[in-house]
């Protein structure tokens, strides 16, 4: 009966050593064994037998990508401004055994080195550059700090600064200059708007005028097309005229009526002297005749 119970105890020991001795690592994570006090092997992701009692496991080490965001740290510029400014670094364990023996606290260490090369880099710029260069502070610091890690098995992916805040006095001063900034870009763009304008109105009015010109010139181009024309039918109805008259071969009769006709029409205009030439008198002596001829005579001359 005793040796049943001391083989069972046996038995029992046994397994809690199989079980004791088997470690099971999760994926993304890693295991750093010591035998006797002293570093035996790292375990990877998978199934592990170790020797309870013997080998001692460190807790489970994350191999992700960690994000630390740090307080805001003071920070004084070249022209002396004290700012405000809080970073952030992206890190990632990449040798497990360095991590482990590397550093004490190694979150602390990376906080302490981060501000302490902040403030070596943004003593070294006046403010303006600061604001406007945060790309190259963030590789500068990524530079030194990753070298800087590189004994404790970390690796510094990217380092951002999170906001840059200067003194309220600053702040202030720089929004006014920044009003005034956009006040003047808005008088710019007005000026050159209302210049556009002019430009517009001004071709505009060119192009009127111009087409103005081109339809007087045409108007002018068809007025005178249709004197002319009109000139050439007038002269043409003329020759016709005189060509059936000389065909017509007319006798002095005619014509001395026809300067009659004259005569009438020079009587009816406004000179005040008229020179009439000798035919016509002629015509006026005939005229005369011709009215005698036919009055009828008075009693007296019967």
Known sequence: MPFLIGLIVLLVLTLIIVILGVKVVRQSTAIVVERLGKYYKTLSTGIHIIIPLVDKCSPPISLKE????????????KDNVTMQIDTVVYSQITDPKLYTYGVENPLAAIENLTATTLRNIVGEMELDETLTSRDTVNNKMRLIVDEATDPWGIKINRIELKNILPPKDIQDA?????????????????????????????????????????????????????????????????????????????????????????????????????????????????????????????????
């Not at 960690?66 to 510029?77: E, G, H, M, S």
């Not at 556009?196 to 192009?207: H, Q």
Request: net charge neutral; no cysteine.
């Open 66 to 77: 960690q994000v630390l965001d740090f307080k805001p740290q003071p920070v004084i510029t």
């Open 174 to 302: 720089m929004e006014k200059q920044m009003r005034a900034e956009r006040e003047r870009r808005e008088q710019i763009l007005k000026a050159e708007g209302e210049k556009k304008a002019s430009v517009l109105v001004a071709e505009g009015e060119k192009e009127s005028k111009i087409l103005r010109a081109q339809a007087e010139k045409e108007a002018r181009i068809l007025r005178a097309s249709a004197e002319k024309e009109a000139l050439i039918q007038e002269a043409e109805g003329k020759a016709k005229a005189i060509e059936l008259i000389n065909t017509a071969n007319p006798d002095a009769a005619y014509v001395t009526l026809q300067g009659y006709e004259a005569l009438k029409v020079l009587a009816n205009g406004q000179s005040t002297k008229i020179i009439v030439p000798s035919e016509i008198q002629n015509v006026a002596g005939l005229l005369t005749s011709l009215k005698e001829t036919l009055t009828p005579p008075t009693s007296k001359e019967k």
